[in-house]
């Protein structure tokens, strides 16, 4: 595949995300992004692209090691819907780890956890933010 990822200042920026099973986490994330998988797992990680090759890549690492706290970085997915959006997350795996939005400054959102229990945010920005 042809991809085009996004640059930062001395190279390209490629997103990690630790589980303990390749096969369901790829299931999840491609799910949840509309990612394709890369080629087939090698060794510990499994590369994770966009569908149209333009974007940001991710990469699953398997680890030995069960999650163990609040992750100190996580994802934001940011949607037109935040109700329609959280169902189908829901349906994909996803666990929610709030019963009811919180919300701050127009912004709504949940707090949701992967199958291997890392936190994520499903967000409704305010209508302004998004361009006509």
């Known amino acids: 595949m042809h991809r085009e990822p996004p640059p930062y200042l001395r190279g390209e920026l490629v997103v990690v995300i630790d589980c303990s099973d390749l096969d369901r ?21 499994q590369s994770l692209l966009p569908a ?8 699953l690492q398997l680890v030995p090691e069960d999650k163990h706290g609040k992750n100190r970085v996580h994802l934001d997915v940011r949607t037109r819907a935040l109700d329609p959006e959280l169902q189908r997350l829901l349906r994909l795996g996803a666990r929610a780890l709030t019963e009811e939005p919180v919300s701050e400054a127009g912004w709504r959102w949940h707090i949701l956890a992967d199958p291997d229990g890392n936190e994520f945010c499903v967000l409704q920005p305010p209508a302004s933010y998004w361009p006509d």
Do not use: K, M
């Not at 149209?52 to 990469?59: A, M, N, P, S």
């Open 25 to 45: 986490s790829a299931h999840f994330w491609t799910g949840v992004l509309g990612y394709v998988r890369d080629g087939v797992a090698t060794g510990r990680y």
């Open 52 to 59: 149209d090759g333009q974007g940001t890549e991710v990469l």
